[in-house]
C-alpha cells in the first residue's frame, strides 16, 4: 500500500459512519423481529415460528439499508457544501491537464449492433471535437463478437465512421480470435497490448454515452487527486422507448441520485466500481488489479464474471481510493427493454455477485469493501430469503388451519384459556415495513420540490403521478423478479452455470409464446398457491394475494410493459418523463441523426450491412478493408489447408447459404481464401451473380 496514501482525511470519518449505519440498521430490525415474535401464535417458541422470525429479520436489516442510504443521499444533497465530493474544487475546472497525458475511451462489445454502437462513439467524438479536446483522447473498440456478419460488419462501420469524422488514428478497432476471460479479459488485453501509452482508459458500455465535458472533468479530477484509482460516475438512464424501461428511467432519475449520494456519504473513497461510465489510473491498474481464476469449476469457480466489484476492492487494497462522482452529469447508459431481457442479465449478474463469496476473507481486501461483496450476494440472496419466508409463513398457516388448537393450560383447569388477539403490534409491523419501503421516495419527490426540479419530470402533477404509477408497477414485478431471483440463486449454488449471450438493446417487444415459456411455471405456481391458501387458510390468503395476483398477471403484464407504443403514450400522459426526455442531450441528438442517415443508405449491390460474410466476400472495398485488418500471412498446418480449401470449395459450388457460422468464421480469418473467392465471385455470369450470391447490380 502506497504509504502517502494511509492517513488520508475521509477514512476515519468513513468508518464513523459505517459503524453508525450497522447500528441504524440492527436495531429497528431487532425491535421489528421481536413484534414479529409477539403476532405468532406461539411467540416464536417452535423451529417454524423462530425461522420466520430469523429470516424477517435478516429481510428487515436489508431494506433497512436502503431506507438508510437514501436518507442519508437526501441530507447530503440538501446540504449546500460536501466536503468531501471528489469533485469539489472551484479550480479544477480550468487546471491544465498535462501535456503528456493521453486517455483512452474503450467500447468493449459483443454481437452488438455496430450502427448503434458508431452512433455512440461518433457522438462522443463530436462532444469532444467542439470542445477542441479530441486530440487528448483514442478511441479503441476492443470487439470480442463470434458472428461472423457482426464481425465484417463491425469493420466496416468503424472504417466508415473514421472517413466521416477524419479520425484514423485516434479511433481503432481491434477484434479477438479467442474471448478469454470475457469483457475483463478484452479490457486485460488492451492493457498489454496498449496500456502504456496511456494515462487513463475510461471504460464505455457498447451503449454507454458521456458529454465531452464530463470527460474533460473527470481526467482533470484525476490529475488534481493523485490518489485516486478509480472514479465511478452516476450513469442516468435514457434512450429507451418501451414502458417498463421508461419506468426503471424514471426511477433512476427520480431516486437515483438521491442513493448514489447516500453510497458516497457511507462509503466515500472505499465506492465501488460498476464496470462502464468510469476511468481507470492505467498503470496501477496493470500492476494490482490482475484477476486470477477461482478454484474449482464454474459456476462458483473459474472466471471471476462480476470483474468489477473486485477490481476496485483490489485497486483499494493497492492504497489507491475509489470514488463516486455522485453529482457528476452528463453520464449515461441504457436498461434492457424488456423484463425478459432484464431477468437474462440478472441471471449473469447473480453468479458473478455470488462468486464474492469466496472473496469476502480475502487477505487485505478493506472492511468496506468487503461489506460490498455482501450487499452485492444480497442483491439476489435477498429473492431466495423472501421466497424461504413465504414458504415458512404459509407452512405456519396450513398448520395452524388443520391442527387443531388445545386451549386448555398443561395443569387441569376447567375453563379454557382463550387467546386473545391485540391488531396494534401487525398495524406497527405493517406500518413500520411500509414507511421504509416508500418513506425514500417521498424523500424523492421532496428533494424535487426543493431543488426545484419538477419540470424535468414534467411538473408537479406529472412527477406525483409518475411516483404512484411506479409504486404500483414496481409492486406488480416485485414478486415475479423474486421468483426468478430465488431460481437463480438455487441453481447457482446447485453448481448450474449459465451463459455469456448478448444483451438485447433494442425495443422489441414480448411475444405471448416467450412470455408464455418464461412465466408459465411462475403463474401455475400462483394459481396453485392462491387455491390451495383460499381452501385451507382464508385470513393469509387475503394477506398474500398481492403476491398472487402479481404471479398470475406475470404474462400480461410482461408483454404489455415491453410495448414502445404503450410507453409513448404514458409519454403523451406525461408519466415517467424524465430530464432528457424534456430536454434531449446534444449527445443523443447526434445518435438520432447518425442512425437516420444510416437508415437512409443502407444497402450496396443489394447487399444490407447484417449480410457481413456476402459483403466481405462480393464488394471489393470491403473485401479489401477486411484482409488489410487481418494478420500476415502465416505456414498453416496441413490438416488446416485442407479443411479451409474445403470450406473455399464448398463455398464456390453452392454459395454462402451452404456455410454454417464456424465454417464462414475460418474462412473469414484466411486473407487469401477471402481474395480468391471474391475474385472467383466477380467472375460468375451474372444470373448466377444475382442467384446465388443475392448481388443486384442495377
Known amino acids: 500500500m502506497k504509504r502517502e496514501f494511509l492517513n488520508e482525511p475521509w477514512r476515519k470519518i468513513a468508518s464513523r459512519r459505517r459503524l453508525l449505519l450497522l447500528i441504524l440498521v440492527l436495531t429497528p430490525a431487532l425491535v421489528a423481529a421481536s413484534v414479529m415474535g409477539a403476532l405468532l401464535p406461539h411467540r416464536g417458541t417452535t423451529i417454524l415460528e423462530a425461522s420466520i422470525i430469523f429470516v424477517y429479520c435478516i429481510l428487515f436489516i436489508w431494506i433497512s439499508l436502503g431506507l438508510w442510504t437514501a436518507l442519508a443521499g437526501f441530507w447530503t444533497l440538501l446540504k449546500k457544501d460536501d466536503r468531501f465530493a471528489v469533485t469539489r474544487s472551484r479550480g479544477e475546472l480550468d487546471a491544465p491537464i498535462r501535456p503528456h497525458v493521453k486517455t483512452a475511451i474503450l467500447f468493449p462489445v459483443c454481437n452488438e449492433d455496430p450502427e448503434r454502437i458508431m452512433a455512440g462513439i461518433q457522438a462522443v467524438w463530436r462532444s469532444l471535437a467542439r470542445l477542441g479536446a479530441a486530440d487528448r483522447f483514442d478511441i479503441h473498440i476492443l470487439s470480442d463478437s463470434s458472428d461472423p456478419d457482426r464481425w465484417v460488419q463491425e469493420e466496416a462501420a468503424w472504417n466508415s465512421l473514421c472517413n466521416e469524422l477524419s479520425a484514423h488514428g485516434h479511433i481503432f478497432y481491434r477484434r479477438r480470435r479467442v474471448n478469454l476471460k470475457r469483457k475483463s479479459g478484452n479490457v486485460a488485453d488492451f492493457c498489454r497490448r496498449y496500456g502504456a501509452q496511456y494515462t487513463y482508459m475510461i471504460v464505455f458500455d457498447a451503449d454507454s454515452v458521456m458529454s465531452g465535458e464530463t470527460l474533460i472533468r473527470m481526467v482533470r479530477i484525476m490529475e488534481r487527486r493523485r490518489n485516486v484509482g478509480i472514479l465511478q460516475t452516476a450513469p442516468a438512464c435514457t434512450g429507451r422507448e418501451t414502458l417498463i424501461a421508461r419506468a426503471q428511467q424514471f426511477a433512476n432519475r427520480a431516486y437515483g441520485p438521491m442513493y448514489a449520494a447516500g453510497l458516497h456519504h457511507w462509503f466515500l473513497g472505499d465506492a465501488q466500481f460498476w464496470g462502464h461510465n468510469a476511468i481507470i489510473r492505467v498503470k496501477p491498474f496493470i500492476k494490482h488489479c490482475a484477476l486470477s481464476r477461482l478454484p474449482g469449476k464454474p459456476p462458483l469457480g473459474g472466471d471471476i464474471l462480476s470483474h468489477d466489484f473486485v477490481e476496485s476492492a483490489l485497486m483499494r487494497r493497492a492504497g489507491y481510493s475509489v470514488w463516486l462522482a455522485y453529482d457528476l452529469e452528463g453520464s449515461y447508459e441504457e436498461v434492457p427493454p424488456n423484463l425478459l431481457n432484464e431477468l437474462k442479465r440478472d441471471r449473469r449478474w447473480c453468479q458473478g455477485n455470488l462468486q464474492h463469496l469466496r472473496l469476502v476473507f480475502t487477505s487485505g481486501i478493506f472492511p468496506g469493501h468487503r461489506a460490498l461483496f455482501l450487499n452485492g450476494v444480497m442483491a439476489y440472496g435477498s429473492a431466495l430469503l423472501w421466497f424461504l419466508f413465504l414458504a415458512l409463513a404459509t407452512a405456519a398457516a396450513v398448520s395452524e388451519a388443520l391442527i387443531q388448537p388445545d386451549y386448555f393450560a398443561p395443569a387441569k383447569s376447567l375453563f379454557p384459556v382463550w387467546p386473545v388477539w391485540d391488531p396494534t403490534p401487525a398495524l406497527l409491523l405493517l406500518a413500520g415495513t411500509a414507511m421504509v419501503l416508500f418513506l425514500p421516495k417521498v424523500c424523492a419527490l421532496l428533494l424535487a420540490l426543493i ?16 411516483i404512484m404509477t411506479e409504486i404500483v408497477l414496481s409492486t406488480l414485478l416485485a414478486p415475479v423478479r423474486m421468483l426468478f431471483h430465488s431460481k437463480y440463486v438455487f441453481l447457482t449454488l446447485l453448481g448450474m452455470g449459465i451463459g455469456w449471450g448478448t444483451q438485447q438493446r433494442d425495443d422489441e417487444g414480448t411475444r405471448f409464446w416467450d412470455a408464455l415459456r418464461f412465466h408459465g411455471g411462475g403463474t401455475l405456481l400462483g394459481l396453485i398457491w392462491g387455491v390451495a391458501m383460499f381452501q385451507i387458510n382464508r385470513v393469509f390468503f387475503w394477506w398474500s394475494s398481492p403476491l398472487v395476483i402479481s404471479l398470475l ?56 450491412p447484417e449480410e457481413g460474410f456476402l459483403r466481405a466476400a462480393v464488394i471489393p472495398a470491403v473485401n479489401t478493408l477486411h484482409r488489410s485488418l487481418l494478420r500476415g500471412p502465416r505456414t498453416l498446418a496441413p490438416v488446416i489447408e485442407q479443411r479451409r480449401d474445403a470450406i473455399l470449395s464448398k463455398a464456390m459450388q453452392h454459395g454462402p447459404q451452404a456455410l454454417n457460422k464456424k465454417e464462414k468464421k475460418e474462412l473469414l480469418y484466411d486473407a487469401e481464401r477471402m481474395k480468391t473467392l471474391h475474385e472467383y465471385i466477380w467472375e460468375l455470369p451474372q444470373d448466377v451473380l444475382e442467384e446465388r450470391w443475392k448481388v443486384r447490380l442495377d
Not at 451 to 466: D, E, I, T, V
Open 451 to 466: 431543488k426545484g426540479r419538477r419540470k424535468q419530470f414534467g411538473g408537479f402533477f406529472a412527477l406525483c403521478g409518475s
Open 553 to 608: 398477471l406475470s404474462i400480461p403484464v410482461s408483454m404489455l410493459t415491453s410495448r414502445a407504443e404503450l410507453g409513448r403514450l404514458y409519454r403523451k400522459m406525461r408519466i415517467f418523463m424524465t430530464p432528457e426526455e424534456v430536454r434531449l442531450p446534444r449527445e443523443y441528438e447526434d445518435i438520432n441523426a447518425y442512425l437516420n442517415a444510416t437508415a437512409q443508405d443502407r444497402t450496396s449491390f443489394g447487399l444490407p
